[in-house]
């Protein structure tokens, strides 16, 4: 896959212009500090990949991709954690913080080569594959999202508002929480308190009355423990 990398911060870009250079399929072809030299360059030059910064002077990543007749797969860097949201925007396939590290870099390709490869698939594709392309539309005030459900780490409930964490960003949203369980894969999430849905994938800790997801930590209500317990045991 032909990439480039666009950020005002030499540094970081050096950091990740390396990354692509030592990734075997990716095939490194320019390094923008500038985002309208880059802007300039994807105008007239097809790639297939761009890692871009978002907070960039006098022309945001957003602003640049947004202003692209055509998009290739974006994977976003940044340090700024607020605009996740937007980028569901531009369906940017990940959205990595700053400082990144190699392994949470290729994660992110990762994606990329799995949505290229379901793009190229006939009806033949399997289960496990239509599986990773699920996906539900969230409204969010004026806007709608489009969150893919493996990018949803917990949903947690604060007075009339649920507020969706996720791989990119947080969304709030004023759906009822029985209305988002409705939409939710019934194998992939579960209710275990009265604030709280999870994602059972994304489970990394359980402990007597407590889960931790992203390092969060949520606490299993006794309502919902037998039901809990039953379905990690069937696991």
């Known amino acids: 896959m032909k990439c480039i990398a666009i950020d005002d911060e ?31 360059f994807l105008l007239k030059t097809p790639v297939d990949m761009v890692f871009i910064d978002i907070n960039m002077p ?7 991709l947004k202003a692209l007749p055509v998009l290739p797969k974006i994977i976003f860097t940044t340090a700024y954690s607020e605009y996740g949201a937007e980028s569901y925007e531009l369906n940017a396939v990940d959205y990595l913080m700053k400082p990144i590290k190699y392994d949470r870099f ?3 390709v990762n994606k990329v080569a ?7 698939e006939d009806s033949s594709v399997t289960a496990d594959t239509e599986k990773k392309r ?7 005030g004026s806007k709608t999202y489009k969150i893919a459900t493996d990018d949803i ?21 004023l759906l009822p929480m029985t209305d988002i369980l409705k939409m939710l894969p019934a194998k992939e999430f579960i209710r275990i308190h009265k604030s709280y849905i999870i994602s059972l994938k994304h489970i990394e800790i359980i402990e007597k009355g407590m889960v ?3 390092k969060k930590q949520i606490p299993v209500g006794i309502t919902y423990r037998e039901q809990f317990s039953g379905i990690i045991k069937n696991k």
């Not at 692509?20 to 802007?39: C, G, R, S, Y």
């Not at 799995?114 to 190229?120: A, E, H, N, Q």
């Not at 949903?155 to 964490?165: C, L, R, S």
């Open 10 to 40: 030499p540094l970081a870009l050096e950091l990740i212009s390396g990354y692509i250079q030592k990734t075997p399929h990716l095939e490194f072809v320019a390094a923008f500090t500038n985002p309208f030299d880059a802007m300039s």
């Open 212 to 214: 931790v997801i992203n």
């Open 134 to 140: 699920e996906s539900v539309l969230i409204k969010s």
């Open 58 to 64: 006098e022309l945001s990543g957003i602003e640049l």
């Open 114 to 120: 799995d949505f290229s490869s379901s793009k190229k």
């Open 106 to 108: 290729l994660k992110g």
């Open 153 to 173: 780490y917990y949903i947690e409930a604060a007075g009339n508002y649920m507020t969706f964490y996720t791989v990119k960003a947080k969304i709030m949203s």
